[in-house]
């Protein structure tokens, strides 16, 4: 599912290397990190959008990428 609005823990683990436990903590950062913008956010997953931005230093994701 790849054009789905959250990006999960396995995708996460999976993209950097890290194991589940990490990738979870890594979305907790980034979900606090919305949430200090005034965001809403579900726990164990963060948005692709955002997760694009803050790993990449752009929206790929609206690109096509």
Request: glycine letters at 10%.
């Amino acid at each position: 599912m790849e054009n789905a609005m959250f990006v999960t823990a396995d995708i996460i683990a999976k993209d950097f290397g890290v194991s589940k436990g990490y990738a979870y903590r890594m979305i907790r950062e980034m979900n606090a990190e919305l949430k200090g913008k005034g965001y809403l956010t579900v726990a164990g997953r963060v948005s692709r959008q955002y997760y694009c931005e803050r790993i990449y230093g752009t929206n790929i994701a609206e690109r096509g990428e």
